[in-house]
């Protein structure tokens, strides 16, 4: 995208059609690091890259509990992520104290959407810089949605956002038609697959991930270093510095068939 | 309160000549007509039980203004969106009010048209907050209501008072009826009961409050709601038993009482 005489303002037209300025807030969250989102019938994984200032400081915090049910992922302006967190946090905690009963994740995502919209059409305003990937219940199951900074707001069975996220979405893409069925343990295995993918050549490690599960009958809870560690263990050559393309153990049950054949024909991951 | 309160507007704008509006309706006099003080028309009891298919619940027709069987054609129980049912009993306009409120509820909940739906737990929440809200400013809706339903196979009852005290059981009555009907309901309730069953025993306890509120009439109704949805009955008169011998010569052992 090159600057032009309708970008200026987010209440400006170009002759095309476009609203520059949200166009350019989109194209924040595609510097943010990565965050990839799963989901089965049941269960919603979000997992991210921990992405450091530098190696002195800690990472920042990207996946945030909404209620018991909904978590969210974000990827661009973290300020802002946290902004809109808060507002979702309000949301489901008055809706949960009026009703007694959990906000519906399609109903939450709604009203983030809107809010979103504002910011596209008020002149004293700008976007917000941030791309949430939101995974919650509601009647009907799990769902995944993504919010966009221009206000949309998509439904999907597995999606990615930020930096290098096409390598996760390439990953997903081959894999997502059996996530509807998918037992929990491989919605977590192939979420910290498509955050691997993500990776330039770095050796995947538990520390540098974050992943978050919740489901039917499972609150929203982050799985512990260890836990991240032991699936890592289970596809990882340890110790190994080439890009071994692990492959699946052979004793894991419930794999999807074609796993070892599929692993082989990855991209190399740059994009 | 005392007897001066209600006589001679006047007078009493003089009492209070600097109406302090600090948002309080306890502190002004004029602010009086602004909040419910007493009720007027007023319905009596509700009884309700939980059964095998989901809930049964009984009321009389008749709306009381005072000491007088005013109306007698008022219909105490509404079904609400497609899963509960309410009744209430008290100031017959406040439950009208009420009404209105939970007919915007349903019906944004319904314009989200997205497969999710207010179950008898989120009114009877709703309820709970809507009545607490007005009693801690003074100006309560008059009325204890009754919300039963029934959703996803789980059968639920509850109430709500004037002063917003809230909770669930497995059978509820409203004013006389907690103390005519459900010492009668805990001894003969239990769960599973038939849908026969469970209107015999409705039927016995409205027969008792029949005979002892002077404020009951023999025309109810008793609605049901199960899954499918809700039913109200057409009104129907109980059967009544007036020859106790005791009855017969009541001052016989008073001789000169009436």
Redesign the interface.
């Known amino acids: 995208m090159f600057r032009n005489q309708y970008d200026t303002d987010v209440t400006t037209w170009s002759p095309t059609g476009r609203l520059f300025q949200v166009e350019y807030a989109m194209e924040a969250v595609k510097q943010g690091s990565a965050a990839i989102g799963l989901r089965s019938r049941s269960h919603v994984v979000l997992a991210c890259v921990n992405k450091a200032q530098s190696e002195l400081s800690s990472h920042q915090k990207k996946i945030f509990k909404v209620d018991d049910h909904i978590g969210v992922a974000i990827a661009g302006l973290t300020a802002d992520g946290r902004v809109l967190s808060r507002y979702m946090r309000s949301e489901a905690i008055n809706h949960s104290?009026?009703?007694?009963?959990p906000l519906?994740v399609?109903?939450l995502v709604v009203h983030l959407a809107d809010k979103a919209q504002v910011c596209t059409q008020r002149s004293w305003k700008r976007p917000y810089g941030v791309g949430l990937l939101v995974g919650g219940l509601?009647?009907?199951g799990a769902h995944l949605y993504y919010n966009c900074p221009s206000g949309n707001y998509f439904e999907y069975q597995a999606f990615a956002i930020g930096s290098r996220s096409q390598a996760a979405k390439t990953y997903l893409e081959r894999r997502f038609e059996s996530f509807a069925d998918s037992s929990r343990e491989d919605l977590i295995k192939d979420a910290i697959l498509a955050v691997r993918e993500t990776l330039q050549g770095e050796t995947l490690k538990s520390s540098l991930c974050t992943v978050s599960v919740l489901g039917v009958g499972e609150p929203f809870h982050f799985l512990d270093q260890e836990t991240i560690q032991n699936v890592i263990d289970t596809f990882e050559k340890v110790a190994d510095e080439e890009e071994g393309e692990g492959e699946a153990e052979p004793a894991a049950p419930a794999e999807e068939g074609g796993d070892g054949t599929g692993d082989q024909d990855v991209a190399p991951m740059e994009t | 309160l005392p007897v001066w309160f209600s006589i001679n507007a006047d007078y009493f704008f003089l009492q209070f000549t600097i109406p302090i509006d600090n948002g309080d309706s306890v502190k002004t006099a004029e602010a009086d007509s602004q909040r419910t003080l007493y009720p007027y028309v007023t319905g009596t009891s509700i009884v309700a039980i939980k059964y095998k298919d989901g809930v049964l619940m009984a009321s009389d027709m008749g709306g009381s203004y005072g000491s007088t069987l005013r109306y007698k054609n008022i219909e105490r129980m509404k079904a609400i969106g497609k899963h509960s049912l309410l009744g209430a009993s008290g100031e017959i306009s406040d439950f009208q009010e009420i009404l209105r409120y939970l007919d915007e509820l349903v019906l944004n909940d319904n314009m989200?048209d997205?497969?999710?739906?207010?179950?008898p737990?989120?009114v009877?929440?709703?309820l709970t907050?809507v009545m607490y809200n007005r009693r801690n400013k003074f100006n309560p809706l008059w009325n204890t209501l009754v919300l039963g339903g029934v959703k996803n196979g789980e059968s639920y009852l509850g109430m709500v008072s004037m002063i917003g005290v809230s909770f669930e059981d497995n059978h509820v009555a409203t004013g006389f009826g907690n103390h005519l009907a459900r010492p009668i309901l805990r001894d003969e309730w239990h769960a599973d009961l038939s849908f026969e069953d469970g209107v015999k025993l409705l039927e016995k306890c409205m027969r008792v409050l029949l005979y002892r509120d002077r404020s009951a009439i023999n025309k109810l109704q008793i609605a049901k709601i199960t899954e499918e949805g809700v039913t109200v009955s057409q009104p129907y008169s109980l059967k009544t038993f007036w020859e106790f011998k005791a009855f017969n010569n009541p001052t016989a052992g008073a001789e000169g009482s009436w």
Do not use: M
């Open positions: 104290f009026t009703y007694e009963s519906p399609g109903r509601d009647e009907s | 989200w997205d497969g999710n739906s207010l179950g737990k989120e009877h929440n709703y907050r």
